[in-house]
């Protein structure tokens, strides 16, 4: 079965960084469009970053544009988004994203920006 484990979270302050992992497993990844998406509490789910599945094409939300980075290792099955520049309003939980037959979720990993 499809499995998504992200990696990676924690607290931060703000103009730090991070690193986010998403291990997947049960499909063919190398085939696979990756995304990573965010809530934060009490607004919706929103993209954030998607990478085609050679990683040749990526995609940024207005947001995170010149700050977050998307990147895969298809050897490793594993997705990343290098965050930095993290400001407050990056806290959110972030989740893994694969289309599979469906959309298939992570359990997702805590970010919190705060001094």
């Known amino acids: 079965q499809v499995q998504l484990v992200e990696s990676g979270g924690g607290l931060v302050q703000p103009g730090g960084s991070l690193r986010l992992s998403c291990a997947a497993s049960?499909?063919?990844?190398?085939?696979?469009?990756m995304y990573w998406y965010r809530q934060a509490p009490g607004k919706e789910r929103e993209l954030v970053a998607g990478?085609?599945?050679?990683?040749?094409?990526?995609n940024y939300a207005d947001s995170v544009k010149g700050r977050f980075t998307i990147s895969r290792d298809n050897a490793k099955n594993t997705v990343y988004l290098q965050m930095n520049t993290l400001k407050p309003e990056d806290t959110a939980v972030y989740y893994c994203?694969?289309?599979?037959?469906?959309?298939?979720w992570g359990q997702g990993t805590q970010v919190t920006v705060s001094s």
């Open positions: 049960g499909f063919t990844f190398s085939n696979s469009a």
């Open positions: 990478i085609s599945s050679v990683g040749g094409n990526t």
């Open positions: 994203n694969a289309r599979v037959s469906r959309w298939f």
